[in-house]
């Protein structure tokens, strides 16, 4: 069975602090990994990642992914308060339906 | 905003009764899919739609079903429903079946009693 694991599943740190968050996985016919922002409702989208050793940046945020492991990192240099959010990590599967298998979430609380 | 809108917002039903839930997939997209997403969790795969056909479903049960419309918009219609069918319900379209980036809706958030 698909299976995609986040750690840790919370985490409160102080503005200014920097963030690892971690996703590994466990898919057949793996074909992409998708990082996603939650903060109410609709994830919005963040990253995809195909390639390993490639880093994907934007702003404050980076993300990398390792195929030969199987995991994925997300890092969030300088937290601000408006990062509060749970940031999921989700993997495409390759053939038929493409689904996204996703991991339960990190939990990230940002305190002033 | 992803140009996706999904309605009602909330909704509370008892348990045994049923319920449509409805999407609005972003222009031009032509694949839907619908996840589930109980509260501390991530959002599990319902099913798809391409082109108005089932294109894949996850582990629900029949009383799950779903429409895909010529206009690419989409329903899940959920019967008998349980207490365990509570949660946020999560659409997401994307331009293509090939297409990894899928854009999600806002959701809609029921509550059976």
């Known amino acids: 069975e698909d299976k995609v694991v986040q750690s840790p599943l919370s985490l409160v740190v102080h503005e200014g602090d920097t963030v690892t968050l971690n996703c590994s996985y466990e898919?057949?016919?793996?074909?992409?990994l998708l990082w996603y922002k939650q903060e109410k409702k609709a994830p919005t989208f963040l990253f995809m990642l195909?390639?390993?050793?490639i880093e994907k940046k934007s702003g404050r945020l980076s993300s990398i992914l390792d195929k030969k492991e199987l995991f994925s990192i997300l890092n969030i240099t300088a937290t601000q308060t408006g990062d509060s959010a749970v940031y999921l990590c989700?993997?495409?599967?390759?053939?038929?339906?493409?689904?996204?298998?996703f991991g339960k979430g990190t939990k990230l609380t940002v305190n002033p | 905003e992803t140009g996706v809108t999904q309605s009602p917002t909330h909704l509370i039903k008892t348990r045994g009764q049923q319920v449509t839930l409805r999407c609005s997939s972003q222009?031009?997209?032509?694949?839907v899919s619908w996840y589930q997403q109980a509260l501390g969790q991530g959002p599990q795969f319902i099913f798809q739609?391409?082109?108005?056909?089932?294109?894949g479903r996850g582990n629900f049960p029949p009383r799950f079903s779903g429409l895909q419309f010529p206009n690419y918009s989409s329903e899940l219609n959920v019967n008998a429903l349980e207490l365990d069918d509570s949660a946020l319900y999560l659409c997401?379209?994307?331009?293509?079946?090939?297409?990894?980036?899928?854009?999600f809706g806002p959701g809609t958030r029921l509550t059976v009693l």
């Open positions: 997401a379209s994307r331009a293509k079946l090939a297409s990894n980036e899928q854009f």
């Open positions: 898919v057949t016919n793996f074909r992409s």
């Open positions: 195909t390639s390993s050793g």
């Open positions: 989700a993997v495409v599967t390759q053939g038929g339906s493409e689904k996204l298998v």
């Open positions: 222009s031009g997209h032509n694949t």
């Open positions: 739609y391409y082109r108005e056909e089932e294109n």
